[in-house]
């Protein structure tokens, strides 16, 4: 069946301005999860939605970065005001239960 | 907080078997994972581990836990060149959803 699928699968912007990453999970998953993949940090957690329960929103870096899940499906990671630090891949991924968590190729965001 | 350690380099020969290995600090791991990342490419979940087991073996590839050393193991037999990619050590438990991953083994397979 279809994997986990983001777009784009990359992204040029200036800096300052607001970039929309969005991720489809596989059909039937209830959690999906957002990382970002950069050099100087390797693979961080970003933020996690189980079902209809409040987000864990701890990994999320500033108050620039947001995220939401409508209808329990599709996800939108939103990056306000882009800085250069925020350059990197930013991965979703999504999973049915706890054991296993399948990801995206993920987007390539380069912040000029 | 978690930390996950791996070496950063690995270069094996083709035919030969490769040994990645990984330490962590939690312990109260209760999963803990290896993920393949080949080069533009998001990352495969190649297998997994729970916290009760010391091995488990999925056809080229046998994982091995120490849960009193912290240490986590990856042996791929007969590695080939398409083998070659960073492979990624990580780990959960059943507190926190989210992965914690090591930095990555760069696995090279010459011909």
């Known amino acids: 069946g279809a994997g986990v699928s983001q777009s784009p699968s990359n992204k040029v912007t200036e800096k300052g301005k607001d970039v929309e990453l969005r991720c489809d999970p596989i059909s039937g998953h209830t959690a999906l999860y957002w990382y970002r993949q950069s050099l100087g940090q390797g693979l961080e957690f970003l933020i996690y939605?189980?079902?209809?329960?409040?987000?864990?929103k701890s990994g999320l870096p500033s108050d620039r970065f947001s995220a939401e899940r409508t209808g329990g499906s599709v996800s939108t990671l939103t990056i306000q005001r882009t800085q250069q630090e925020d350059s990197a891949v930013y991965l979703c991924?999504?999973?049915?239960?706890?054991?296993?968590?399948?990801f995206g190729p993920g987007t390539r965001l380069l912040v000029l | 907080g978690e930390d996950v350690e791996q070496s950063l380099f690995l270069s094996v020969r083709e035919g030969d078997s490769s040994v990645i290995n990984c330490t962590y600090t939690d312990s109260s791991s209760t999963y803990l994972y290896w993920y393949k990342q080949e080069p533009g490419a998001g990352l495969q979940l190649l297998t997994y581990i729970f916290s009760n087991m010391d091995m488990k073996q999925d056809q080229r590839l046998t994982v091995l836990l120490n849960k009193k050393d912290k240490h986590l193991s990856l042996r791929i037999a007969d590695t080939q060149t398409g083998d070659s990619a960073i492979y990624f050590c990580?780990?959960?438990?059943?507190?926190?959803?989210?992965?914690?991953f090591g930095s990555g083994t760069r696995l090279q397979v010459q011909p």
């Open positions: 990580a780990e959960t438990d059943t507190g926190r959803r989210a992965l914690t």
């Open positions: 939605f189980q079902g209809n329960s409040a987000p864990d």
């Open positions: 991924a999504s999973s049915y239960s706890q054991e296993t968590q399948y």
